[in-house]
Each structure stands twice: as C-alpha cells, then as structure tokens.
C-alpha cells in the first residue's frame, strides 16, 4: 500500500530521517515508538508531504508522491490526519467541523455531509456536541471530533501523531478507544505514540525508531518481550546508560569515575553499586584488559541501569587479539571484580570492529 | 584522597580519606615512602577511607614487607566493604587487622 525507499529528511542542523526503508500492507495498523527526536513524527509528516523529503520515494498504491508532478491534494484525500493539537477550526461548531472537507474536496452535498457526519460523531460517542464549538469541549472530546473528521474523508489511511499526548490524563482512554475501533474495522493506523501499553495493544506491527530510520520493525511480542537490537532493549526496559570509549591509556580516569557516579547519583542508584560498578571497572578494565590491548585500540564502556528492576550491568567491547578476561593472570583484581558481580561473561565477537565483549551483572 | 601523617616518636599513623584507586595509590606510596625511615610501628588508619582497589592494595603489600623488616604494620578502623576486598584476595592472612 505505502512503499518508503530511502527517505531522507533533512534540517538545517539536524536530520532526523537518514534512511528509511519500509513497506506498510493495507489493514496494518503500526505503532511508532522512539526515543524523542528520532524521527517519528517527521516520518508521518513526510507520507502525506505535509514536509517535503530531501530524498527518496514515497509510493501510496502505484503513485509516487515524492514526484513533483503528482497531485498531492488527491492523494492527501485517501490519508487522514490526527495531530496532537487538534486543528479544529474555533469559528466552526462541531458537524460543520466535519462537513467542511467533504463538501468541498469530496463534493458531497450538505445533506449526505451533514447525514455521514451525525453518523460518525455517533461512532466517537460525541452526536449531541454536534452543534458546539470546539471551545465548550474537552481536549479528549475535541481529538475524538479530529478523528471523525478524519473519517469523513473515508481515507484509506490514518495518520495518528501523538494523539493522546496534549490530553489530560484522564482523558487519554476515551481517545484511546475510539483508535482501538478504527484498527478493529480494518483501516490503516499509523500511529506516533509515547504509551507503550497502547503501542502494544492496538498494534499488529510495531516500528522503533533511532539512529535515522526504523531501527527495529517487529510484532507488538517481537519488540515489547523480545527485542534484539541494543538501542530497542534499552528503551523497551528503561535502561539508563552511561557510555565510554576510552582509545588512551592515559584516559581521565579520575573523570570517568565522576562521570560514572554522577550517572548514579541522577538515576537513583545507591552509592553501594556505583562503587561496586567502579570496582568492577577498574579491576577489569584497567588492571586486566588494558595492558593487553595494542598501542592503538578502542575500548567501549557502557553502563546500563534498569530502574524498574534496579540492576546495574556493564559491558566492555574492545578490539585486538580475542582475550577473555576471565583468564586474566591478575588473580587479584579478578577476585576483586568477581566479589562485586553477580556474573562475568565472554564471548568473541566481529561487531563495529570489536573482537570481544565482556558483560558484568553487578551486585 | 588526603593522608593525614602523625608520628610519635617512633609510631607513625597514617590515617587516608576518600578512595585508595588507580589514580591515587601512587601519592600513597610516594607518602610512604619518605616516611619509612626509623618506623617500628606504622599504623595504617581507615576509618575514612571508602574506596580500595588493587592498585591501593598493592601499595599496602609493599608497606608491609617493608614493616616485616624493621617493625610491624598495623590496619586499623577498617569498614565492612574494606573488609570484604582484604578477605576475597586473601589479604587478611597476610596483613594484621584491628
């Protein structure tokens, strides 16, 4: 139904979309979900041009809509868009909200306007505001006629960029649910959003976002219970990370000790793990892995912190010969490390140019 | 870290704040160093001392096969977590602890 071919959207400082890849089957109703400024909402923008990609291809059925010669209102009639703001017009009350777009671009008459429109704001729940203004109803109340009005364009595709997140609180559910009513029906969701839960929920696909494109594309089971790229398992379970790549032997040790604690001290981490942490650190890295490393190399440190299940781990990647630290002849500062880990594990590797990684679950 | 000297007569404490690591085992050992001198009893103070890696134990190895020869080494005030590395490297055997 959409296919993306190496999108690439571009600012002026920043690029959010590198290179996207992705193909959406009519009925797919996907979560996006992400670390902020990775895209998402740039992503949903760029399929209905509402920004123009720098590069690439954007296909809906068998026309290219990056192609300048393609009329985009047209296509833009088959994609209806929520935004978080809403967009109602204030001047409107809530039915002419809705008949607006498909009397003028669909050429309905204002009767079948008006007909479909009572029907749809019945399926939101909201047929008796249909002659308020948007200013005499709530924020779940407005994004539910958002949505209807959507509708009204009988799209073939929704476009959702987080739709809950202006709402309050207690609001997010009714908003919720008619979205859940949308995918059931069959139509195609595309939807940005921040609660995971949800994501989960309503989702038969599922795209995390980084590094400039969908990093990990998957089913609500494969990314939320079994995610296999790191960036994916950090976000999926809150992983806190503090990350280092040392490429001197004269690195700032006194620093990355600061650093490392500082890290602690702002994610709750008791002041026991984190010297616990640093033990392990020095031990392994310094007293053992270091001197066996060639006078160029790269040793990456990354500490990653759960705070739902209150577990330190690091990992240690570094290049050169294989060299399992477990067999280090620096009997001493393995005991020490050991004492401070619930385990230390090895294993050879070929990722990124590193050769080995050394994981510590830390006591 | 700070170290804090005390000599009495031939009685010297030493008493060392803060962590004992990579970074600061050398100050220690250059401190020691220049205070071996006519000791018979040195008396290594922990009490503030959070923090100790190998690189400090080391430094501590060398104080005491110096204090074997010409007196004795004594480490006192040493908390739980100290302990703990003196005990998983087999450094209690070795060193007195008070």
Redesign the interface.
């Known amino acids: 139904m959409i296919k993306i071919n190496h999108l690439r959207k571009e600012y002026a400082n920043i690029t959010p979309l590198k290179d996207v890849n992705v193909h959406i089957h009519k009925g797919d109703v996907i979560s996006i979900i992400g670390p902020s400024g990775t895209g998402k909402s740039t992503l949903i923008r760029c399929i209905n041009m509402l920004e123009t990609p720098t590069s690439g291809s954007i296909f809906v059925g068998n026309e290219c809509i990056t192609d300048k010669k393609c009329n985009i209102n047209k296509i833009r009639q088959k994609m209806g868009m929520v935004f978080q703001s809403f967009n109602l017009f204030n001047h409107m009350n809530i039915i002419e909200n809705i008949m607006a777009a498909p009397m003028d671009l669909l050429g309905k008459s204002k009767q079948d306007a008006y007909d479909e429109g009572m029907e749809l704001l019945r399926t939101v729940g909201l047929a008796d505001k249909a002659f308020n203004y948007p200013d005499e109803l709530s924020g779940g109340q407005k994004q539910r006629v958002a949505i209807a009005r959507a509708l009204a364009m009988e799209p073939e595709i929704i476009l959702l960029d987080e739709p809950t997140s202006a709402l309050d609180p207690t609001m997010v559910g009714e908003v919720q649910a008619v979205i859940k009513d949308l995918a059931k029906k069959g139509l195609t969701l595309m939807i940005v959003t921040h609660e995971m839960h949800f994501a989960r929920e309503i989702a038969n696909r599922v795209f995390y976002m980084d590094e400039g494109g969908v990093y990990e594309d998957g089913t609500p089971e494969e990314i939320f219970d079994n995610p296999k790229r790191e960036k994916t398992i950090r976000f999926i379970k809150h992983l806190k990370v503090f990350e280092n790549l040392i490429t001197s032997k004269d690195f700032d ?2 620093g990355f ?1 600061t650093s490392l604690e500082e890290f602690g001290r702002r994610n709750q981490v008791p002041q ?1 793990t984190i ?1 616990r942490a ?2 392990v650190f ?2 392994l890295g ?2 053992c892995i270091l001197p066996k490393l060639d006078k160029e190399f790269r040793l990456n440190v990354a500490f990653e912190y759960s705070q739902e299940e209150e577990t330190l781990s690091m990992s240690m990647k570094y290049d050169g010969e294989h060299f399992d630290v477990r067999e280090t002849p ?1 009997i ?2 393995f ?2 490390a ?2 401070a880990s619930k385990s230390i594990e090895y294993a050879e590797i070929q990722e990124d140019g590193f050769t080995n990684l050394v994981t510590v679950k830390i006591k | 870290m700070t170290i804090e000297k005390n000599l009495n007569g031939t009685e010297l404490t030493v008493a060392i704040v803060g962590r004992l ?3 600061t085992a050398p100050d220690m050992e250059e401190v020691l160093k220049e205070s071996f001198e006519g000791i018979t009893k040195l008396i290594l103070d922990f009490e503030g001392l ?2 100790l ?3 400090g ?1 080391r430094v501590i190895l060398q104080a005491q096969k110096i204090m074997n020869k010409q007196g004795e080494m004594i480490i006192k005030n040493v908390n739980k ?1 100290i302990n ?2 003196f005990e ?3 450094f209690v055997d070795i060193l007195t602890i008070e």
Do not use: P
Request: cysteine-free; aromatic content about 10%.
């Open positions: 040790f006194i000790n026991k010297y640093q033990s020095e031990e310094v007293q620096n001493i500062s005991a020490i050991e004492n | 690591d990579t970074a959070e923090y890696s190998s690189a134990l977590t703990e590395i998983v490297t087999g």
